[in-house]
Structures are given as C-alpha cells and as structure tokens.
C-alpha cells in the first residue's frame, strides 16, 4: 500500500519579509481591481441637452437637427424633446431645456441623461446681455462639477448662435470667428466678475437675479491666479462653436446641396459621440 503524499504548503519555504511582500502584492492587486471596476461602472448619458437664455434660438435648433428644416417657434415655456439621428450611435435624444428664469434649472434633473451639453448664446446681443447670459450658465458650470463621482462629466459646447447677424469689417474675420471670439471674450470677462465677487466675500447675488444662491461653484481654473478662463476651466474641456439657422428655409451651397449652418455643431457631436 502506497503511502500518501505529504502536501507542503508552498509559503513553508518563504522568509517572513517575503511572506510580507507577497501580502503587500495581494493587497494592491485587489484595490487595483476595485478601483477598475468602480472605473467601468461609471454611468453615461445618452442625449444631448440644449441650454441657455430665451430667445438664444434653441427650439430653432432642435427642430432643425430633428427634421432637416427649420419651423416657426416662440419662447418655449416647457421642455421640448426629440430625437436626431447621429451616425455614430444612429438616434440621439436631444431635450431643449427653456431658458426663462424661473424654469431653466430644470436642466438639472435631465443632467445625468446627457452626454453632450450645448449652451446656446445669441452671439448678435452678447454685447448688451453679457452679465444674464454669464449668470445662467454659471449655474450649469456649477451643475456639471456638482455631479456625483459616479458620473462621467458630459462635454460642453458653448454655441454661439444667430452668426449669420453678425456685422464684421472685412478685415475682422468670417462672422462664426468674431462670433465665437465675441462670446468667449464677454462671457470670461463676466464669469471672472462673478469669480472676484465671490473670493471678496460680496458673494454673486448682487450680480445676477434676485434670489440666486451666493454659494455657487463651478468657476475653479488652474490659470495664474485663479482667473477665469474657459481653456484652464478644472471643470473639463469646453469647446466653441457658431451657427446660424434659417426659418423655413435651406440656403444651397456651391453644389447646390442644402445647408442650415449648424454643420460645426453636427460635427462636434459625431466627435463626442464616438469617444468611448
């Protein structure tokens, strides 16, 4: 009868400062599992969200992006949603938020749906409404970083709407660049005004409607001192785009082929949209 063998234990031939770096091994393989997994899990929305003051033209958008032509709106008072289709994941949702004060923030309970966050500006009255247009959408700046951990952090689009208003020397550029540079330079000038406010202690009610919240964040930037600027924004990337659409009509291009100028916009969410 044959006896049976023995079986050693393998950390039998192991010092104990061996025993010890083994355990430290186990120990990180598993956090680095975790910390993977938790990274996966990560929820992602979906849709795109349009955002901004009244009148700033996004229902003008939705129905151009939902049905290949632009029809007659108004002031929205509720919110709007349809779909567009998008090559990349072939149908997306687009929810058109209103821009009226005292129902715009129900962006916030459609935020963790969105992918993609365009804030639409009306590039042609920047210059007189600056510091309202800068006031709302420091409450989507403040939004998107107050997102749970467990949340990817949608991209942001600032779209500078209605270019084709714009009235520029020949010298100055296309109309959608001093669109683009027209809004990006007034809304950094104002949010910085906000961001000055708020370090000094006078808090950012005195600067926008009655009854805001004074202890808004969302404004951190990693420039030399502090100073608001959408490129150091700690918030995430926030791109720039113009656009301009026609009501009840597409202008041809030289091919003769029909265009709503919202093509930088298209473009920019075919980007968002592949990334994984």
Known sequence: MSATPEVVPFTDGLSPQSLLLLSLALVIGVLIVIA???????????????????????????????????????????????????????????????????????????????????????????????????????????????????????????????????????SSGSPTDVAISRVRTILERELEKRREAQSSGMGVEGLGAEGERSDMGGLDCSSPGGIFKFADWEGGQVDFAGTWVNVEELKDDEKGVAIDGLASLRSWLEATFTMT
């Open 36 to 170: 993977l997994s938790r990274r996966k899990s990560k929820s992602r929305g979906t849709a795109l969200l349009l955002v901004g003051p009244s009148d700033a033209g996004k229902t003008a958008i939705l129905s151009t992006l939902a049905f290949t032509g632009t029809l007659p709106s108004h002031t929205s008072l509720q919110v709007n949603t349809s779909v567009m289709p998008l090559s990349p994941v072939g149908i997306l949702p687009v929810i058109d938020i209103p821009g009226h004060p005292r129902i715009r923030d129900q962006f916030q309970e459609h935020l963790v749906n969105a992918r993609a966050v365009a804030f639409v500006v009306d590039a042609s009255t920047i210059s007189r409404n600056g510091s309202t247009v800068a006031e709302h959408l420091h409450h989507v700046l403040h939004a998107i970083t107050s997102l749970p951990p467990s949340h990817l952090v949608p991209a942001l689009l600032i779209l500078a709407n209605k270019c084709d208003l714009m009235k520029t020397a020949s």
